[in-house]
């Protein structure tokens, strides 16, 4: 079974088992976002400024591996034109449900990220990626996609973690992996994963994170770091995540 479908059916059995990430908004969160008042995450615990969104509406975004029922209702709320991409279908559910319940349009695409994303080239004019790079093992591929489809002038805006939850014990209190962490190469790591049931993930260096975005042709405006939210890292107030606001340059005319 290829890793992403792995990935897939464990995240599916995480939504049944009721994974924080899979919990889909509720009305009352919905219609406060028709009314302006609203708030998402691209990563743990912090909420995402809203100037890097600027109006939304009739804007076109692209959800990231962002299905969930949990940002993109938001976005539909504040008149945005919605497409979500994820492969799982728990999650692709959820954004059904939502969408039925509170009577708007999304275009909801179950699709592997890793390959080339099913768009035609500068469709979309924001493309929210929360924190989901780490299930895959290439990410240069994903930021050279998302410059591919984004208009000139828009944004990327990326939650990505980094390698610090690579290289630590279950409990957080001694560094016993080397780095890369990736177990398509290190069956210790792979049976380490499984025996967490944490999936199939990879570490990442913030070469590959931020210079990779760089690499792809985006230009970076702003990030900030944020914690796991549980877990002795977190307590420690040691940074794992980051989350970044890029957009693509438009072309100079001759």
């Known amino acids: 079974m290829d890793y992403q479908d792995i990935n897939a059916k464990t995240i599916d059995r995480w939504i049944e088992e009721g994974w924080e990430w899979g919990i889909p908004i509720d009305h009352q969160t919905y219609m406060d976002a028709k009314n302006g008042k609203w708030e998402v995450k691209l990563t743990p615990t912090k909420y995402v400024p809203k100037h ?3 109006d939304l509406k009739g804007k076109k975004i692209l959800g990231l591996a962002s299905g969930g029922g949990q940002q993109m209702p938001i976005f539909a709320a ?3 034109e919605c497409t979500v991409l994820d492969y799982s279908s728990k999650q692709l559910d959820s954004e059904k449900e939502i969408s039925e319940r509170e009577g708007y349009e999304i275009n909801i695409i179950r699709a592997d990220m ?5 768009f035609d080239d500068e469709t979309f004019d924001i493309i929210f990626h929360p924190v989901s790079n780490c299930y895959v093992k290439d990410v240069k591929s994903i930021w050279k996609e998302c410059y591919r489809v984004l208009k000139e002038g828009g944004f990327l805006l990326s939650g990505t973690d980094h390698f610090v939850n690579y290289i630590v014990d279950e409990n957080e209190e001694k560094i016993i992996n080397d780095l890369p962490f990736d177990p398509l190469t290190n069956e210790r790591y792979r049976k380490q994963l499984e025996e967490d049931d944490c999936g199939m993930q990879f570490s990442h260096t913030l070469e590959e994170q931020i210079n990779g975005q760089l690499e792809a042709g985006f230009v970076l405006k702003e990030l900030y770091e944020d914690f796991n939210g549980e877990g002795r890292l977190n307590d420690m107030k040691i940074p794992t995540m980051l ?6 340059p438009k072309k100079e005319v001759e």
């Open 52 to 54: 890097w969104f600027g």
């Open 78 to 80: 504040l008149g945005a």
């Open 114 to 118: 890793t390959k080339r994303l099913p």
């Open 243 to 248: 989350a970044m606001r890029s957009y693509k």
